[in-house]
Structures are given as C-alpha cells and as structure tokens.
Nanobody, 125 residues
Framework: QVQLVESGGGSVQAGGSLRLSCVSS????????MGWFRQAPGKGREWVGN????????YYADSVKGRFTISQDNAKNTLLLQMNSLKPEDSAMYYC??????????????????WGRGTQVTVSS
C-alpha cells in the first residue's frame, strides 16, 4: 500500500509563503499523475495543481496560477508545493494524491488512487 505523507502546513498572514512537502513510500516516477488538492470546511475538494509523468510543465487552477508552484524530486520521492502571496481564501486542508491505475484528467480527484492525510494551511488577514 502506497503511503503519502504531507508536511509543512501552518498559520501565516496574508502575503506570506509556505512550502508543503509530500513524501511517497513508492517511487514517484511511477505515478502517471501526482497532484495537490485542498478542501475548506463546508466545501468540496478542489484541485490545486498537478504534474504529469514525462511532462516538464505543471498545471494549476486559475485561483492559484502565478502564486503556487509544484515541483517533483523523484530522487527523494517527494512532491512539493511552494505557495507564495497567500490569501485568506487559500485556507484549507491540503492533500497530496497520486494516480496509479486511474484513468482520466489529472485535475479530476476521482481518478486518484492514493491520498495523504492532509496538512492544514491557515491564512489570516
């Protein structure tokens, strides 16, 4: 069973930065997609962004584009999420996820096979 463990969440003021890490128990290079999702209280799970195996580019939701950056360190089996210029509306539980057998678009949370337990991000105004 693949384990994904997130870390790096915390509380920051608006305009601040955080870097989230997700360490996988399996080789991250083996996953067709790895992504970050978030969920605020009373809201559905929202796609933040993802990387695709074999592609250089990362893909982002419009709400975070230009502020968040996803990178993957396959040597360390780690997925990173650098979050800059944070806003109160970015407050949520952030989850790392990986596709193994799922088929479909990588921004669709239903295709992801493995999920971390999440790390909380709170941005105050």
């Amino acid at each position: 069973q693949v384990q994904l463990v997130e870390s790096g969440g915390g509380s920051v003021q608006a305009g601040g930065s955080l870097r989230l890490s997700c360490v996988s128990s399996e080789y991250t290079s083996g996953f067709p997609c790895m992504g970050w999702f978030r969920q605020a209280p009373g809201k559905g799970r929202e796609w933040v962004g993802n990387v695709v195996r074999g592609l250089k580019d990362s893909y982002y939701a419009d709400s975070v584009k230009g502020r968040f950056t996803i990178s993957q360190d396959n040597a360390k089996n780690t997925l990173l999420l650098q979050m800059n210029s944070l806003k109160p509306e970015d407050s949520a539980m952030y989850y790392c996820a990986a596709v193994f057998r799922g088929l479909g678009a990588c921004n669709n949370h239903t295709i992801y096979d493995y999920w971390g337990r999440g790390t909380q991000v709170t941005v105050s105004s």
